[in-house]
């Protein structure tokens, strides 16, 4: 537990801030349970200057402080895990909470690449829930990003995907549920995608070679259930909103999904017999009730 508050350091001419675990070089955690609190400004879970290696464990992240500001070019934000270098997380599970409402309250940030092959991670954050400097690489695990008042995902680079199951929040207009820099360098290869914000800023490439489906216009009420069926009315993809927006903007990806098939989006209705629930996503199960949104055929990778 940590409540100091950020300085600047003469030394280093740099802003200097608290954080639960810290080191100079890289860190490991493969094993156990951490917990890890702070609440000053600038405070951070745990920080590293070269990389953090996440294999095992479980680890509960919790920051509540705002933004440091010791000049307009010198602050130190809140971070829930904050790495100079790369962040893997191949195994476990990180929870993270990091609720300061100031610019760069950010739940996951790599200065480098983040790379996600396993293990569970929850973030809730007041800015971008996950940021990465130059790419983020997911090819398995489940990633639960939701951000109360910007992007869900953020990749300042490239974001590629061949499995798992990423699920990414963002708030109102502009803000989307992923934001990729460089949308010719977004490409969803395998596993399964929702997106959700105000408007969707990036959308695959049609390089990628699995399809994804943008849905925009919806009105989404937290709670409700909106889902993709096949012509059998069997669900694809089935998702409960997590938070209400007025012309909210989606993105959906699934190997379930092929191209030239005929799709309906609907809502409002209950799944039952769901072999799996996490973070709002459903596993398999069947579908009754509520009303069709739109129908579509999924004419090319990405099918507007």
Same mark, same amino acid.
């Given at each position: ?46 920080? !590293? ?82 940021? !990465? ?13 939701? !951000? ?149 055929? !999924? ?6």
């Amino acid at each position: 537990i940590t409540s100091g508050n950020g300085t600047y350091d003469s030394s280093e001419a740099d802003t200097s801030s608290a954080a639960g675990l810290k080191a100079d070089g890289s860190i490991y955690i493969e094993a156990g349970e951490l917990s890890l609190i702070s609440s000053g400004t600038g405070g951070k879970g745990i920080s !590293a200057d070269t990389d953090i290696n996440i294999l095992g464990g479980d680890i509960k992240v919790v920051t509540s402080g705002t933004q440091y500001k010791y000049s307009s070019s010198l602050t130190s934000s809140p971070k829930g895990v904050k790495a100079d270098g790369n962040i893997n997380i191949s195994g476990g599970k990180l929870t993270v909470s990091v609720t300061g409402r100031s610019e760069g309250s950010e739940g996951i940030e790599s200065k480098a690449t983040l790379t996600i092959s396993g293990g569970e991670t929850i973030i809730e954050s007041y800015d971008d829930a996950v940021n !990465a400097s130059t790419a983020i690489d997911i090819t398995g695990g489940r990633l639960y990003a939701y !951000a109360s008042n910007n992007d869900g995902i953020d990749a300042n680079g490239t974001l590629t995907m061949s499995g798992g199951l990423v699920i990414g929040v963002g708030s109102t207009a502009p803000e989307s549920g992923v934001d990729i820099d460089r949308s010719n360098s977004f490409r969803i290869n395998g596993g399964t995608m929702i997106a959700m914000g105000g408007s969707l800023q990036s959308t695959p490439s049609t390089s990628s070679t699995q399809c994804s489906v943008v849905y925009g216009g919806i009105t989404a009420a937290q709670g409700k259930t909106i889902a993709v069926l096949d012509s059998d009315s069997n669900i694809l993809l089935a998702f409960d909103f997590p938070r209400s927006i007025n012309g909210a903007s989606m993105l959906f990806s699934s190997p379930n999904i092929t191209k030239g098939s005929s799709y309906s989006v609907v809502t409002g209705g209950t799944v039952s017999d769901y072999t799996d629930y996490w973070q709002g996503w459903y596993a398999d199960g069947s579908w009754s009730g509520g009303s069709t949104l739109t129908t579509f055929t !999924a004419s090319s990778i990405v099918t507007s």
